[in-house]
């Protein structure tokens, strides 16, 4: 089985930074895409941010000059650095990836953590 962990989130001021990560683990043969997402109340969940294996990044107009994705492909970990935080970015952010557990696996199933809740104050 394959489980994402994430970790970080909170509470901060608007104009303020907060950092997110989240692990994947278990039985991981390739790990492909990871991203991050969020979902405000009343809201669908939105791409936040996306990283490629090889390390291509695309981001929401929203945040673009404001978060980095970044991973590190040895602690199958994806992060995501926020700054200059508004309150338009509250909600409940979650980790995606994309994995293969086996060689023999022909395509990658869809991961998802179980969320952790950002909320930015004006």
């Known amino acids: 089985q394959v489980q994402l962990v994430e970790s970080g989130g909170g509470l901060v001021q608007a104009g303020g930074s907060l950092s997110l990560s989240c692990a994947a683990s278990g039985s991981i043969f390739r790990l492909n895409a990871m991203g991050w997402y969020r979902q405000a109340p009343g809201k669908q969940r939105e791409l936040v941010a996306r990283i490629t294996s090889g390390g291509n990044t695309n981001y929401a107009d929203s945040v673009k000059g404001r978060f980095t994705i970044s991973r590190d492909n040895t602690k199958n970990t994806v992060y995501l650095q926020m700054n200059s935080l508004k309150p338009e970015d509250t909600g409940v952010y979650y980790c995606?990836?994309?994995?293969?557990?086996?060689?023999?696996?022909?395509?990658?199933?869809?991961?998802w953590g179980q969320g952790t809740q950002v909320t930015v104050s004006s």
């Open positions: 995606n990836a994309g994995i293969r557990m086996t060689a023999a696996q022909r395509y990658e199933n869809d991961y």
